[in-house]
Each structure stands twice: as structure tokens, then as C-alpha cells.
């Protein structure tokens, strides 16, 4: 500082008294300013507190059932099937005489850990490929479009009942499967916006200043079209329950005897009529985090998506 | 004349489009020496641009086809890309034409200013921010080390420029270009900005190419001036003498076609009659000539070649070389 006391040579001084009004708003920056409006959104926010909730019960299970429940998920009770909810098993239990609110929080585990895996591996790979094919252009665009139209144009379930074949899905194979369709979105719309923001000058400007590929793209690009990212991956979490959970139901999915939202309800299926809890409380819980991810999606697009500005 | 420091010979880049091969660089030559101010003025894509990006080697996705840009004794458009890096920002820097894009959103100014010296003399963070914030405050950027901190989005778009005048400057480069540095500022911050290059000019002793269509620019900037058309340089010299003498028919109805102040009143102005030719499908002979006032037989047929014509100018013209001088209303 101390060098800057007296007044360079080379300044001039016309027109800056003008700015110094400006200068003593404390800095908002474009991530401060979009937290804030996330933060106005009450009813964005009270959803996202929803899956931070439901997450964190998730990963605490076994304090819960320790505490709670007093139950193991995969312990039978064969002298206490079909109990409605009420004392000792809150939610009732299942055929098995399974506690329900157990599994339920088990199944979180699983249905929530595969959701938030496959939003990961499909941004990590869909960005990787979609900050490339922008950047470069050229052949290397053309053959990772392709490779991407080919991708979304395979009919994804088709697909997924191949690969519950060929690998018998746990929590981890189950999401790089449902992630290797979901990145190919990802990349398009990765790239779609590298293509705009390419366009910039200050792409230009930083390469020249001697900048390597890699630092451009690492550096300058992705942190550009990380609003897009956030957005997607907000949108993306209540779809892939859904997928995870269809995929469950239909038996291409987690196995039982492990517990999942989805697979609860295949079970359940054939009790619809006599113990109607066992549908109604999975049900329930898919429809309510998938809700609450989606309005929080719509929230995050709001308050971040710089196009909406 | 101090030595050469850069010298582009014949430089021929081109744009491979659907429509066709778009010579938009084609047979340029110049040099700059030490502490020099050279202009080059032309009209929208007379290659001016490409000129400038050709000698980083940043024309992509045009392609040199031939040509050298000499620069401390080695070919440019041979080095390697990791070398042409090291030249990129170190010794040679570059001035965009919109401030307002030309600052990346996301980070802080001082962060983006300081980048050069980081990458190229490899100072740890702290130490980067000092040369950034020194820098920004001799460009004339007010209390330097609280905006150091600010967003692009919070500078208006004269001290954007100054930053990028200053991320330019912060490595103390040979040569600094400077593509239509004010075209995107209203006028009286285009008189402070020019004011900051004639004194960074002076003071750093840095070489400056100031690429501009305007022609008033080049007067209270530029030592030696170069008129581009379709590619191609059509009058090179000292700017006072291509001002009172324009020995190419294009410079002298450029210079006509300038409002005046001490006009008659609605005398009408004069525009250069005609389009700019197409790129691709240029006219034969001189690529002016279906504009120009005082063609001859030849103009049409054979390509005018760059040479002396006067004492201190070279013109491309079949007429001025024949001595015919340029008169007329």
C-alpha cells in the first residue's frame, strides 16, 4: 500500500470522484447476490431444509433405529406381520414382520445415496465432455455429439435391463447405469452454454495473456457455466429418485432383502388391499422428497440461472 | 531509427467458409521499432483484426498460410505453441475492443490483472496482488487496493479498460496491441483512455499497435499510420504526411468523407461511394477500384503492388505511382 501513497505519474484523475459512491457498497458478488435471493425464497428454502433433513436422518439410520425403532431393517418378525401403525411399530410392519419406518429410513439410505452418486457421476462426466466438445470445436464437437446423441437415443430402459443383467445392481453399479445415460444431458447443455460464453472476449483476452487449454477451460470456463451445473443438478436429484425408484419397483433395481423406497412398493403391491400402510408410507416419502427436491430445483434455477436475470 | 522490434513480412491468413477461401490477411507487411506508435485503420474487415490476432497467433479458426512475423530474432508463426505462449502476455500483450466482455465475471479484477505475472514470472498470490494493484493504480483506477477486490460487473466500462490496459502492462511487454480499444466507449472516456496508451506509450516505452477505423484517433496517437483495404495494405507512412498528402484514392476519400467543423452549412457529406468488396470474390486488379474516382485501364487488370510514392510514403496505386496527384471535389 504504502507505495501507492503519492500519485503516479500516470494517472489521471478527470472523471473517478464519480465512482467512489459506488466503491463503499461492500462487494455483492454474483454468488453472494444469487444466495441472497435463495435465501428470500421461503418456500424454496423450507424444501431444501426438507432434503437436508431427510439426508441427514439417512445417514444417521442406525442411531435412529437404535433410538427409535428399537428395529433391525432385516429382521423378521414372523409373529407380528401385517401390524397396522401404532405401538411398538410406529409405521406398521410388512409380511415379514419388518418394522416399516426402519426400512423406510434404510431404504432412505439407499434411495437418497443413489440419487445424489448419480447426479455426481453424471455432471462429472457430462461436464468433462461438454466443456471439451465446446471448447474445441471442430472433430472433436462432431464425435462427442455424436457420442452423445447416440447415447440419449438408446432407449434408456432397454438399456437398464441389460445392465441389471449383466451386473447385479448394488447401490454403486445401480447409479454409474443410471448415470450413463444421464450425462449425456448434461454434456449438451454443458456445451451449449461453452459455445455461448466461448464467444467472449475474455476467453480471447486470457489466451492471450499465454494461457494454456487446460487453465482456460479448468479455470475461466468452468466456473461460468457452473449456474447451469448447480441448476441442473438441483432439477436432477427429484428425476433420478423417481428413475431409481421405478427401476426398483419393476425389479432391475436394488434387491431385496435390501431395503429401498422403490422396492418397498413392489412388495407392497400385493398387500394393497388388507394393509394399505405398506404403499401408502413409501408412496408418500418418494412423492414428498421428490417434490421437495423439484420446488428447491426450481428455487436454485430462480435465484442463480443468469439467464432468468 | 532504432532497431526493428517486430517485423511482419507478407503475412497471408485466410478463413476457410462454406461460401468459400476468405483471404482476410493477404500480403501484409509492416515493422515497429522500440517505443513506437504505429496505426492501422481500415474499414470493418479489412483485416486489421486478423492482422493483430495472426502475429499471437490467435487468428484460429483462420490459418497462416505464409508469411513471417519476426520477433526477437525468430519466426513467430513457426515457434512452438508453448513458446508462443511465453510470448503471449510476456512480450507481446493484447487490448480487446469491448471492455465489458473482456473481464472474465466470476473473478475478482486484481485476481484477473495479477494473472500475467503469475503465469508468466511466477509470483505467489500475495506478491502478484501487489504488481496488480500497483499497476491499477497507475492507470489511473482509484483507491487500487479496495477495487482490487471488486467484480468486472462492478467497474463501468472506461475502468474495465483501464484494468485491462493494466493486466496488459503488468508483465512490462515489448509491444502492446490495441484493437480498437475505445470503440466501445462513449467519447469523453475514449479521450481518457487515449490519454492512458499515450502516456503508458511514454512511460514503459512500450510499442503500440492501436488498430481503429477512426481516422481522428490515428492523428493524436499514432507517429506512423498504415491504411488497410480487403486484406490488403493500401498506404503506408508517417501519419502527418498521409493526412495532408493521401497518396491512395481510398486514404483521401477516407480523410474527405470526415465531417468538418468549419463546413458551409448543409454542404452534404461524402460518403465513399459504393460497398466493401466481398472477401471472398474480391474484384480484379486493385481491389478499390470499382469505388474509385480516378481509375484508369490498369486498375482493373493488375493488382497494384505496395511501393513508394512521395518521399516518405508507400501507396498500392496505379495512379499516385504514375505521379497523377489526388485532387478534386
Known sequence: MSMLGQTPATEIEAPISTFEGAATRPAQSYWNESWERLRANRIGMGAGILIVILGAIAIAAPLFTQFLTHYEPYRLDLLSTFQPPGQPHLLGTDELGRDTLTRLIYGGRVSLGVAFLTVGLSLTLGTTVGLVAGYYGRWVDDILMRIVDTVLSIPAI????LMSILFRPNPITLAMIIASVGWGGVARLVRGEVLSVKQRDFIMATRSIGARDLRLIAIHLLPNVLPVLIVAASLGVGQIILIEAALDFLGLGIQPPTASWGNMLTNAQSYFFHSVWLVYFPGVTIFITVLASNVFGNAVRDAFDPRLK | MPETLLEVQDLHTVFKTKAGVV??????????????TLGIVGESGSGKSVTALSVMRLQRPGKIVSGKVMFK???????????????????????????MTSLNPVFRT???????????????????????VSMLGKVGIPSPATRARDYPHQFSGGMRQRAMIAMG?????????????????????????????????RDFGTATILITHNLGVVAGMC??????????????GPTVDVFAHPKHPYT?????????????????????EGLPPDLIDLPTGCAFHPRCKFTIERCSRDVPVLNRVGD?????????????????A
Open chain 2, 23 to 36: 483471404k482476410a490477411v493477404d500480403g501484409v507487411s509492416f515493422e515497429i521499432s522500440p517505443g513506437e
Open chain 2, 169 to 201: 502492462l503488468t508483465t512490462t511487454p515489448k509491444v502492446l496491441i490495441a484493437d480498437e480499444p475505445t470503440t466501445a466507449l462513449d467519447v469523453t472516456i475514449q479521450a481518457q483512455i487515449l490519454d492512458l496508451l499515450r502516456h503508458v506509450n
Open chain 2, 312 to 328: 516518405t510514403q508507400l501507396a498500392a496505386c496505379w495512379v499516385t505511382q504514375s505521379g497523377v496527384e489526388l485532387k478534386g
Open chain 1, 158 to 161: 432397454f438399456l437398464f435391463i
Open chain 2, 73 to 99: 530474432g525468430r519466426d513467430l508463426t513457426k515457434v512452438s505453441e508453448g513458446e508462443m505462449r511465453e510470448v503471449r502476455g510476456q512480450d507481446i500483450a493484447m487490448i480487446f475492443q469491448d471492455p
Open chain 2, 110 to 132: 486484481g485476481w484477473q490483472v495479477a494473472e500475467p505475472v503469475r503465469l508468466h514470472h511466477g509470483l505467489e498470490k500475495a506478491k502478484a496482488m501487489d504488481v496488480a
Open chain 2, 223 to 236: 507517429e506512423r499510420v498504415m491504411v488497410m483495404y480487403a486484406g490488403r495494405v493500401v498506404e503506408a
Open chain 2, 252 to 272: 483521401w476519400s477516407l480523410l474527405r468523407s470526415i465531417p468538418r467543423l468549419d463546413a458551409e452549412r448543409h454542404e452534404p457529406l461524402k460518403p465513399i
